[in-house]
């Protein structure tokens, strides 16, 4: 079975960091674009860092760029994103998500995300 569980989420104060992590399990993660997506309450889920199959390439909504960090390691099928300077706008649930197009189609897999409050 396809699975990719989040974690490391929480509250924190404006300015503190958190790490969060996605352990990929039930496919080929190599073949996959890594993404995370943020949801906050009444908005659009967005989608805030991206990172190729190969690692090679990321890419950032404009609103975290210069404080989160997409990386992954392939040896271990996990993800992360490193958020620093939170503020209280980056207060949502993170979603981790996988991608790629294949020859058949689309696919896509998702997370149950976990919650990342920023809050004095």
């Known amino acids: 079975q396809v699975r990719l569980v989040e974690s490391g989420g929480g509250l924190v104060q404006p300015g503190g960091s958190l790490r969060l992590s996605c352990a990929a399990s039930?496919?080929?993660?190599?073949?996959?674009?890594m993404n995370w997506y943020r949801q906050a309450p009444g908005k659009e889920r967005e989608l805030v860092a991206a990172i190729t199959s190969g690692g090679g390439s990321t890419n950032y909504a404009d609103s975290v760029k210069g404080r989160f960090t997409i990386s992954r390691d392939t040896a271990k099928n996990m993800v992360y994103l490193q958020m620093n300077s939170l503020k209280p706008e980056d207060t949502a649930v993170y979603y981790c998500?996988?991608?790629?197009?294949?020859?058949?189609?689309?696919?896509?897999?998702w997370g149950q995300g976990t919650q990342v409050t920023v809050s004095s």
């Open positions: 998500n996988a991608g790629r197009v294949y020859i058949l189609g689309p696919q896509n897999y």
């Open positions: 039930g496919f080929t993660f190599s073949t996959y674009a």
